[in-house]
């Protein structure tokens, strides 16, 4: 599915998804399958790939507004690594994504993939934590910019691409944030009830 | 082979301006309004105004936003891509294939260039600021390198004469050491500025912040600006802007020059020597080498512009070999090529602003704020770890869904995603320009091994920063902090990205000026010494650095030159 079509698929799904209750979305979203069934992932295995693309919808699952599935933000996520992104940076996420996928199955007795959504949803910010709190620590190491970034978990480099291409895709863009792409102007102080206290999509 | 089928008559014109960037287009257009028929020769493609295939695209138009495909980067922009902000699918075509034009560094150096026209005026990041007498007077009263050959009060009417044409939005201040110019209205600053800008004024004498002196249209006057129109505020300025509300070559400079009938512009023209004529000690014209034939060309005039940027038009004198000057035209004083220098920058603090949560602001404004150098201008400002000093740039704002990556603290689902839709809270960071000293050791010169893919030589940059601007950067970092403290920040922190020269964009010296020819390379107006026809009017002009953006400077120093070129050339004295 290119972008476009992606993007159609959306748009036409968006009307229902009005009407979704909002903890089946989350209960639900990640056992349907919100993507073309014919995508094969060009950087992830067979095997990681579920599991990320669950992780995603997880993270930003489907509610008034679209999911991350739907926008088609696992296959993006899939081509930024697989084209976009340096060897070194692509293995180090695989190993990461491995060895974090090789505990969780060690520990839960099951793959990440067949678990239940809450236990998926709760394993998942449990790696968001530490990540975040690994994170925290470099910053008090004197590293320099370089080190910083090789040395960043892989799960945030991840959560990077996932909310970067969900928040800059165009339905979001355009349809959820305040789109604004000829301001004509700049206003240094104005009340946020001016853009329904959105971000500014660009 | 040359492949001049006219005689030399059609070949030969009264100027000819090497180079279509920032000063090339400035003197394009003097020397053309004046009444010269004016060669203007660039080495790259032709981008006429309006060419700026990019421009209206939205991050999403991109197959994964604006990244280029590592093979891509790998292959042709590995130097190029070190600004982080380059090599991106909406602005990567207005910079070089390093392959393709290779040099070599001795020490990082991040060159960066675009070889098309318009040059850098398409990309420049558009702050405007004068020198004052601070600067012209910094050399002679530090025992530094050479003096200055002029003071602020030769360069302030042609400070006034471009800021006029070029359009600079700035807000008067009344410093001595910043002079206010002919200033279009200021932008505006947003909430927590005004905190910043009000905690400074409350804690610091020596200090102010002002919103920063931009080359943007806020209110043109057609009579003036022609058909450019009022900044939009969409802040995609680096890809070209359709309605030509910031100033570049190619939307103002370059238009005005054509308007006279008498500008020849020929791109895909590399010129790479001068042509000397040993009869009369002056240059007779150039020889060029077209980029898309291979074919080579010479062409002639009275008088030449070299505006090739500081390095390029170095690597032009350098490749002009004679008996007489066997290391180059300009070399006998020993200083071309030497005295290179750049911003160092990448150091200072950013901070967190609690409150104004209900504010927001409108428009992506180009331009932040300007926090004025305030170190070592007189004795109660004197630094004992440092001479010279910087400025700062800086904004505010406030942060995105960006923030749910490590900032937020929230547990991952529809909450989270809402709360991401949301403007985050505000923050604010400076970054300091600081100046380079001239050092003789820092240089380039020409390398015979390497080729670039017309078959020229390129040129080996050796060049860093020393123990002056490494002690600067150390108050950069602190002082940073000491005002967003001042003002009530939180979180501050303080960082410093490492320095390498060349990311600032602003290669300058090479051919300094000076007031004697056995130690610049060119005099008061900007001829080379040694052939007094040729006149270097870009960032090799360079004396000191100072710490402001330089670039109007160059259009200060080219407008000026030009002038005096003309009424030498009516005077019969080139």
């Known amino acids: 599915m290119d972008r476009r079509d992606v993007l159609k698929y959306t748009a036409y799904l968006t009307g229902y998804a009005v009407t979704a209750p909002l903890t089946s979305a989350i209960l639900s979203g990640c056992k349907s399958e919100p993507t ?127 909310i970067g291409g969900y928040f800059s895709s165009e339905y979001i863009g355009t349809e959820v944030l305040a789109y604004d792409p000829v301001p004509g102007a700049y206003l240094g102080c104005i009340p946020v009830s001016e853009t329904d206290g959105k971000n500014w999509s660009l | 082979m040359f492949f001049n089928s006219q005689g030399k008559a059609e070949v030969t014109y009264d100027a000819i301006v090497v180079g279509s960037g920032i000063s090339g287009g400035w003197a394009a257009k003097e020397l053309c309004e004046k009444g010269l028929k004016t060669l203007v020769l660039e080495r790259g493609r032709n981008v006429r105004h309006g060419e700026y295939p990019t421009a209206g695209n939205d991050p999403w138009d991109y197959e994964a936003g604006e990244r280029v495909p590592r093979e891509e980067v790998d292959k042709h922009y590995s130097k190029q891509n070190r600004t982080g902000y380059t090599v991106r699918q909406s602005q990567k075509h207005w910079f070089v294939k390093d392959d393709e034009h290779p040099y070599t560094e001795v020490k ?113 006057n057609p009579e003036i600006h022609g058909t450019r129109g009022k900044c939009q505020f969409r802040n995609r300025c680096i890809r070209g802007c359709p309605f030509g509300a910031y100033f570049s070559s190619n939307a103002a400079t370059l238009p005005a020059a054509e308007a006279t009938g008498n500008m020849t512009l020929r791109p895909h023209s590399v010129v790479h020597s001068l042509i000397l004529d040993p009869d009369t000690g002056k240059a007779s014209g150039v020889r060029v080498i077209d980029g898309e034939t291979g074919e080579q060309h010479e062409f002639f005039a009275k008088i030449v512009f070299l505006n090739a940027s500081a390095l390029g038009s170095t690597f032009i004198l350098m490749n002009t070999v004679t008996d007489e000057f066997p290391d180059g035209l300009g070399s006998s ?31 992506r404004r180009p331009n932040g704020f300007y926090i004025p150098r305030f170190r070592n201008i007189n004795a109660a400002t004197k630094r004992d770890d440092y001479i010279r000093g910087f400025g700062y740039q800086g904004g505010g704002s406030r942060t995105n869904w960006m923030r749910g990556i490590k900032e937020l603290d929230m547990s991952l689902g529809a909450d989270f995603k809402d709360a991401l839709v949301q403007p985050g809270p505000w923050q604010l960071g400076m970054n300091g ?49 000491e005002m967003l403290e001042a003002a009530g920040f939180k979180d501050i922190k303080t960082y410093d990205d490492g320095a390498a020269p060349g990311l600032g964009i602003h290669e300058m010296g090479t051919a300094r000026m000076g007031r004697d020819r056995k130690s610049s390379v060119l005099n008061e107006w900007n001829q080379v010494w040694d052939t007094p026809n040729v006149f270097v009017t870009d960032g090799a002009a360079m004396t000191s650095a100072a710490c402001q953006n330089p670039s109007l400077t160059y259009m200060a120093l080219t407008a000026r030159a030009a002038d005096y070129a003309v009424q030498e050339l009516k005077k019969m004295n080139l």
Not at chain 2, 128 to 135: T, V
Not at chain 2, 334 to 348: I, S, T, W
């Open chain 2, 433 to 481: 320009f600081g100046e380079c000293l001239p050092y003789e050791d820092n240089r380039v010169y020409l390398n015979h091994e390497v080729k670039d893919i017309h078959g020229l030589p390129t040129l080996t940059i050796d060049c860093e920063f020393k123990d002056n601007e490494m002690a600067m950067r150390k108050d950069m970092a602190t002082s940073a902090a």
């Open chain 2, 108 to 220: 990082r150096f991040d060159w960066m260039r675009g070889y098309h026209t318009g040059g850098r005026s398409i990309m420049w990041g558009r702050q405007s600021y004068r020198l004052s007498d601070l600067d012209f007077t910094a050399n002679a009263k530090d025992g530094i390198a050479v003096d200055w050959p002029i003071r602020y009060a030769d360069l302030a009417p042609w400070y006034d004469y471009v800021e006029t044409f070029a359009g600079i939005s700035g807000q008067a201040e009344g410093l001595p050491h910043l002079p206010d110019g002919k200033f279009l209205p200021p932008m505006e600053l947003n909430c927590v500025e005004k905190e910043l800008k009000k905690g400074i004024s409350e804690n610091f004498t020596d200090r102010i912040l002002t919103i920063g002196r931009t080359a943007h249209l806020t209110e043109p």
């Open chain 1, 36 to 162: 073309a069934p014919d995508f094969v992932p060009a950087f992830f295995t067979a095997e990681e790939y579920p599991a990320v693309r669950q992780m995603t919808e997880l993270m930003l699952p489907k509610t008034d507004t679209p999911g991350a599935g739907e926008l088609g933000i696992p296959q993006f996520v899939d081509k930024v690594l697989s084209t976009f992104t340096k060897p070194a940076d692509q293995e180090r996420l695989r190993n990461g994504l491995n060895t974090w996928l090789g505990s969780v199955a060690n520990e839960g007795g099951s793959p990440y993939a067949d678990l239940g959504a809450e236990d998926q949803l709760r394993i998942l910010n449990e790696l968001d934590a530490t990540s975040k709190a690994a994170a925290e620590e470099l910053e008090g190491l004197g590293l320099s910019k370089e080190e910083k970034k090789e040395r960043t978990p892989w799960w945030l480099n991840l959560k990077d691409l996932i």
């Open chain 2, 333 to 363: 004083s020993g200083q071309l090529g030497r005295n290179l220098m750049d911003h160092h920058f990448k150091v200072g603090a950013s901070g967190t602003y609690e409150g104004y949560e209900d504010q927001y602001y409108k428009g």
